[in-house]
């Protein structure tokens, strides 16, 4: 009797001590870019130009942007529609669906500068597309379809299957009952896989510095090098006497992040206030 | 006599290897109500289900037979399934309304069917809702979430739903099952103020519900038909042993 309450005591410890533990590095990370980054915030950080004094970041602002956008319009729709296609069309458990599964789930588990090789053998280097925002996007499209396919699949299989059936029962016919019926149910875990996938942009870097390069200037068209915010930061610490311009953009790159999370949620709210 | 809505003829249906119905031979008649009764498992809501071809999605299904719906055989090559199921309308058992407006659930079937103006809609959404009675609890706010109807109001805002697209045959599968007494003896009241303009089919595992309000009862065991006719002899003078055992509560 006795032990079994000790041992419930100390595992109930354990779990806060473990809880804290992570709140405690989290909250550390924050604080140390914070005290590191927001001393060194100058205006001339946020010139439109960039030159290698000013070492201004708006530049890399506006094209992480920019690249959040392309590649989201790459991405997301074909994303959706490979997970309509296997959720709404294929057969359950038919060997297709779990090979394309398969094959998801091993390009969500590959290094993202292996990405970068590809994208530089085959956007960058065979189809001629440069360093360019454009081959940076198209790369990190296919990094993160898996993202999007696995979370478009699980946000259609919990669309409830009496909402399919009432909608056939009515003489709707299959593309009018997934567009009308089960696309919008599932748009919230859709749209939470894309805040997921904006993330991930934003803080990629490893993929982009190969495909997209690292020109610091605002683009005027896709087939430009860009650098995006977070490239930027690794190009500002490698130099080695950027390091507090570097923290500084660190801040800018987490305010990025907090302001899309909050923005995107607000959005969400917004549209599905009526459900 | 009344006229003959569904005809079936010899139907045996497949899941795969499992055979869920055996022989089915039944006739269904206009403008009455007609119940499935039977344990559960037996075969009622997958032949109740065959109707209007909603087991068409399941896999493995398979069937054998014919199915008459005004002597037309309703799995000829031919049929078109979407015009099938205008023509028979079904309520499940769950309420599901769709996650939508009162107003969108109840116009979704005639834009499905090639309504679009307005002023035809809001005709037809009020007639609908009126003939489901529920007219007066939602017309104040058919601009709101149906999710936010009672168990009872979502399931006669499916009737309603169901109305809309003017069915000739409503398959109902334990439309009450899922409600509180007082909504169930609602929804029975509709089912018979609706027989003056459709077929009703029913299944039900509630006896006393089948005995209240339907005109015809089929008992159902293991995927056979064992006993049918009207209801009122099914239940006071069972010909078979094993409808009156079932009928009496001895099992099931």
């Not at chain 2, 269904?28 to 009764?37: C, G, K, L, T, V």
């Not at chain 2, 309308?89 to 769709?98: D, Y």
Request: aromatic share 8%; with cysteine.
């Amino acid at each position: 009797m006795k032990l079994t309450k000790f041992i419930d005591r100390a595992l109930l410890v354990l779990t806060w001590l473990f809880a804290g533990l992570t709140i405690a590095v989290l909250a550390y990370i924050i604080f140390h870019i914070v005290i590191n980054g927001v001393p060194h915030l100058r205006l001339s950080l946020f010139e439109i130009r960039h030159t290698s004094a000013n070492v201004s970041m708006l530049p890399s602002i506006v094209s992480t942007l920019f690249m959040v956008i392309l590649t989201l319009i790459f991405a997301v729709p074909l994303g959706i529609f490979t997970s309509i296609f296997l959720v709404e069309y294929m057969k359950k458990g038919s060997r297709f669906v779990n090979v394309v599964r398969s094959a998801a789930e091993l390009l969500s588990g590959i290094p993202s500068i292996v990405y970068g090789l590809f994208g530089l053998l085959f956007f960058v280097e065979f189809l001629g597309l440069g360093l360019s925002l454009l081959s940076g996007s198209l790369t990190l499209s296919i990094m993160i379809l898996p993202l999007v396919i696995r979370t478009t699949e699980e946000a259609l299989k919990s669309v409830p299957d009496g909402y399919r059936e009432g909608s056939f029962a009515l003489g709707a016919g299959k593309l009018r009952t997934i567009f009308v019926i089960i696309l919008p149910s599932a748009i919230p875990g859709i749209f939470a896989g894309v805040i997921l996938a904006v993330g991930r942009i934003i803080g990629e870097s490893a993929a982009l510095i190969f495909t997209a390069g690292t020109f610091a200037q605002i683009p005027d068209n896709i087939l430009q090098s860009v650098r995006t915010l977070a490239v930027h930061m690794w190009v500002l610490s490698g130099e080695g006497h950027h390091i507090n311009e570097a923290y500084a953009t660190a801040v800018a790159l987490l305010a990025v992040i907090f302001l899309i999370n909050a923005l995107s949620t607000l959005a969400a709210k917004k549209i599905f206030s009526i459900a | 006599m009344l006229k003959c809505k569904f005809d079936v003829k010899g139907l045996d249906l497949y899941y795969s290897d499992f055979q869920a119905l055996k022989k089915v031979d039944l006739e269904m008649s206009e403008n009455e109500i007609m119940a499935f009764i039977g344990p559960s498992g037996c075969g009622k809501s997958t032949f109740l289900r065959t109707l209007n071809r909603m087991n068409d999605i399941v896999e493995g299904c398979r069937i054998e037979g014919k199915i008459l719906l005004d002597g037309k055989d309703i799995y000829a090559k031919n049929v078109d399934v979407n015009q099938l199921r205008k023509r028979v309308g079904m309520v499940f058992q769950k309420p599901n309304p769709f996650p939508q407006s009162v107003y969108d659930n109840i116009a979704y079937g005639p834009i499905t069917h090639g309504i679009r103006k307005k002023t035809d809609l809001d005709e037809i959404v009020e007639k609908a809702l009126k003939d489901a009675a529920i007219w007066e609890e939602v017309k104040d706010r058919l601009r709101k979430s149906a999710l936010g109807l009672s168990g009872g109001q979502q399931q006669r805002l499916c009737i309603a739903r169901a109305l809309a697209v003017e069915p000739e045959i409503l398959l109902m599968d334990e439309p009450t099952s899922a409600l509180d007494p007082v909504s169930t003896g609602t929804i029975e009241d509709l089912m018979v103020e609706l027989r003056e303009k459709y077929t009703i089919i029913i299944v039900t595992h509630n006896m006393q519900q089948a005995t209240r309000i339907s005109d015809k009862t089929a008992f159902f065991l293991m995927g056979e038909v064992i006993e049918y006719g009207k209801t009122i002899d099914i239940f006071s003078n069972p010909k078979h042993k094993r409808t009156e055992n079932y009928i009496t509560g001895r099992f099931g």
